[in-house]
């Protein structure tokens, strides 16, 4: 190597100054706190929606917000929480631990890193934009299913734009990702060695590359079948509504487990951690990863049993669908596994995870029943549906967020958060999840559709208490800024490096906080 | 691939990446401008475009400038080709949606309107008297009757231009291994020259299209998929020569070694990618 890489590395620039610092920043810790920070925006956005939704559905008849409202609200809490607080926050994850768990001085790609973080809020500017254009913001729901989409008024191309501009972001963090695991892991870092939220990303990282794009030409063809007349989705011009459903859902159901199998990776990191033992049957958990992700190319069609299809695709869609327990179920064997006979403590994140555990199989549970179709037929496109998601969505991805958010923090700020308030927001959280969604399944079970603002008397009660939890939930996140912010500054005392006694990972070795550059020199994995 | 000793090159601050940004915001809202039909959306337009050629232009520059102080060592290669691999596949994916399109329309919703197997009511109930075929524009079309484009006049030539373009490719790649500058320039200028070709051909092709053979992008499913794929595809050979272009240019300054020519390879790696994907739509959207 030349002098131009020395000189760069004799000076060993820390952060710029202000403004420049965040914009500028090639920094993979500086754009990981971006990517979380935004993350946490997001999440208070899309649940300020989701305040407006519960609130009107507190008791039947129509009574805060018009119907097109309404639905605007439903449309966009999904597309902010799925593409701007869940897969953010991954990413910022991602961007802030892969690094520094396999031991690489920062990202593969640090440029085009600063990048794939700014080009989100400006899709997220594009997308809240639509509130303000003639027609209001899209009101399809988040799968934007022509025809109906295409009734969208002034908003629809920077829907579609806006939705370019993420897939554009995705892809090339999932590229970042890839190229970081596989070229600049430690010496002796085989990838059998490497930690399981690592292999949990990497595995992501491909569905992304193979799923945005297919959801950027869905909607490209969505566009040009507005604006250009084309006949992709009309049956006048010899094409099908129902095709935009299976290209959606070819990249939409991929799209579930890019949401999750991080979440995967952070409990299987946390756990065995807190149960002072090591992962049960690690290689079986990756070799699962794996076979998760391959199954949700299969299985797309379960979200459109009822659109009339061949019943020998009804049959295949359910049986693959059904196989996914498989892998599913030998991860949470092996969890438990992992805690048999563990010295267990049960700090914040070891609570989330534990939580993430027992209702995220609740989640997955629900949603075996949903692969049933003739059970189907009548479960589809009622409460129980939106019950099932928002069972894996946020006790599972979300509340595996919290968890990382906490079990990392430490690692961040170089101080403990509060443990009272951490336990808290956890016990807050929890019950009333659990109040807010689990109602949902005998809404569903009885008939309540979803995506409606009214409803008949009978569903009065469970939607009572649904909302009273929704309510309850939205509040007690304002704990979790708290506790953030009070960590920041100064916490309640200064973290050790190991910051937790069962820890264990390249990623603890360095201080808290981890400093500004890390592993410069690649350390010896043995 | 694990790490070797030695330090990673981790560029400073970058303002690049920001300029693209606004660029791309820019451009996306001055299109969506035009879409909804505000005057002002078309000027917006380009002025994004614009912004995002100056950062690439910069962007380029910068890494051009690294390279060639001799920053990158093997392992920033191999981030680099890993990435540029992952980017093809990436694009493999969206033109894998649009052949999935047209044979979706063509297996299954074209013969189902025809009252194929259990849609018999669908056929007779809702479009009496259509004869599902392919092509076609659909059991409601909105122009009359078009032709196809024969596949073994213009399009055979095109597919003869764009595989004769990979074939000077790979002598130009040759020819930089073994330093033989000339042949480089003389095999990548001709390249390049034989995109052109098959973009001007292309584009006389397009007016034929509408003009001689009534087909335009609105002929129903046929001409919504004969479009949009092969519109798709010009654009990735308009894309893969502007790199080839930036590539030449560099050759022409005495840039790149037998050995270390990743930006090279990156666009040859492109354009061979653009090469297969013609073949398929020569295949399935021409011929078959």
Redesign the interface.
Known sequence: ?????DT??DEH?GP?KGM??W?????HKDIGTLYLWFSLIMFFVGGAMAMVIRAELIQPGMNLVDPMFYNQMVTMHALIMIFGAVMPAFVGLANWMIPMMV????M?????N??SF??LP?GF??LLMTFF?PGGAPAAGWTIYPPLSLQTG?A???LV?GI??LGISS?MG???I??TI?????????LLKMPIFVWGWLITAYLL??????L???V??L??DK??????F???????P??FQ??FW?FGHPEVYIMILPAFGIISEIIPTFARKKLFGYSAMVYAIAAIAFLSFIVWAHHMFTVGM?VAGLLFFMFTTMLIAVPTGVKIFNWVATMWRGAMTFETPMLYALAFLFLFTIGGFSGLMLAIVPADFQYHDSYFVVAHFHYVLVPGAVFAIMAAVYYWLPKWTGYMYSEFWGKTHFWLSTISINVTFFPQHFLGLAGMPRRIPDYAVQFTDFNFISSIGAFVFGLSQLIFVYVIIHCIRGGVGRATDRVWEGSHGLEWTVPSPAPY?TF???PEVK | ??????????????????V??IG??VA??G??AL??GLLWGTPVMFIGGAIILYMVWG?FRDVIN?SV???F?P?ED???R??MA??I???V??????F??LF??RI???P??GGE??NFFTGLL??DGFEASWP???????HDAFSTMGAWGLPALNTAILLTSGVTLTIAHHAIKDNNRKVLNWGLGATIALGLLFLGIQSYEYVHAYVDLNL???S??????F??LTGFHGMHVILGALMLLVVFFRCLKGHFTPENHFAFEAAAWYWHFVDVVWILVFIFVYWL
């Not at chain 1, 596989?182 to 085989?190: E, K």
């Not at chain 2, 076609?136 to 909105?142: K, L, M, S």
């Open positions: 190597m030349s002098t131009a890489t760069h590395h620039h710029a420049r610092r914009l500028f920043t090639t920094n031991g690489a001085p920062d593969a790609l640090p440029r085009m600063n990048w700014w080009i400006i500017t594009l254009v002034d629809f191309p920077l734009f370019h501009v892809i999932a590229i970042n890839i190229v596989m070229n600049m892991r430690a010496p002796g870092m085989g590359i193979a799923v945005m794009p297919v950027a030409g869905a490209t063809m566009l040009t604006y250009f007349g084309t006949a992709f009309d049956a006048a011009g010899g094409g099908d129902v095709l299976h290209i070819f061949p550059h410069e020199t690649a | 691939m694990a790490q070797e000793k030695g330090s990673y090159y981790v560029p400073h601050e970058s303002h690049w990446p920001v693209g940004t791309m915001f996306v809202l299109a969506a879409l909804n962007w690294e102080s001799g920053a060592g392992q191999r981030s680099f890993q990435g992952w980017f596949l990436s694009e994916f969206f033109f894998a949606a649009f999935g399109a979706y329309a299954y919703s074209v189902w309107l197997g259990a809702l479009w076609t524009d659909g059991p409601a079309p909105r335009r992008l609105d129903g499913i046929y001409g919504s998929t479009f949009m």
